[in-house]
T-cell receptor
């Protein structure tokens, strides 16, 4: 079975400071990991994904995430936050050992608030 | 990435009526489409998975006779909320997927349903 946890409901950061949104996962096989962002009253937008290879993945809008197999984590980071980064962020996982289903599991979301 | 549209973007209806929500994949052959429901400040709840030309697979607890899903082509899926009640008021989001486990999901902008 696969699962994903976003331990923080909300993250507050000052504009210009680095931000981290946490995500941990559990799979029986290998993980495919995704980050999405949702702005108010909008659908989700893809930010980045880890499939294989380099543990540091770079994505849209200056975001990056680091895959850490030993800690089963895939935290989202950005060196310098912008007020416009304020949104709801979702982590998702697909387990390669799902018997062909491949339906992803989403975390509950983390609200990022960047203060001017 | 794929462009996904939903229509309508918001709808208000009276209790007891039926509402149809369309999800179109404008530039992507969507083998699989997902329908999600999202409550305020909460995560996505997967309602059903539909594959083109076959019956949808509903998640546990989702009434298939109430939430009718049709995936007649690779570019169109519809969700019909039958005999809507105020508790069906929610934000409904569709998503398309190419079918490979490494593929990204692409989301529509969502439909806000309000049942009076």
């Amino acid at each position: 079975a696969q699962s994903v946890a976003q331990p923080e409901d909300q993250v507050n950061v000052a504009e210009g400071n680095p931000l981290t949104v946490k995500c941990t996962y559990s799979v029986s096989g290998n993980p495919y990991l995704f980050w999405y962002v949702q702005y108010p009253n909008r659908g989700l937008q893809f930010l980045l994904k880890y499939i294989t290879g380099d543990n540091l993945v770079k994505g849209s809008y200056g975001f990056e995430a680091e895959f850490n197999k030993s800690q089963t984590s895939f935290h989202l980071k950005k060196p310098s936050a912008l007020v416009s980064d304020s949104a709801l962020y979702f982590c998702a996982v697909r387990d390669t050992n799902q018997g062909g289903s491949y339906i992803p599991t989403f975390g509950r979301g983390t609200s990022l608030i960047v203060h001017p | 990435g794929a462009v996904v549209s939903q229509h309508p973007s918001r709808v208000i209806c009276k209790s007891g009526t039926s509402v149809k929500i369309e999800c179109r994949s404008l530039d992507f052959q969507a083998t699989t489409m997902f329908w999600y429901r999202q409550f305020p400040k909460q995560s996505l709840m997967l309602m059903a998975t539909s594959n083109e030309g076959s019956k949808a697979t509903y998640e546990q607890g989702v009434e298939k006779d109430k939430f009718l899903i049709n995936h007649a082509s690779l570019t169109l899926s519809t969700l019909t909320v039958t005999s809507a009640h105020p508790e069906d008021s929610s934000f409904y989001i569709c998503s398309v997927w190419g079918g490979s486990p490494t593929d990204t999901q692409y989301f529509g902008p969502g439909t806000r349903l309000t049942v009076l």
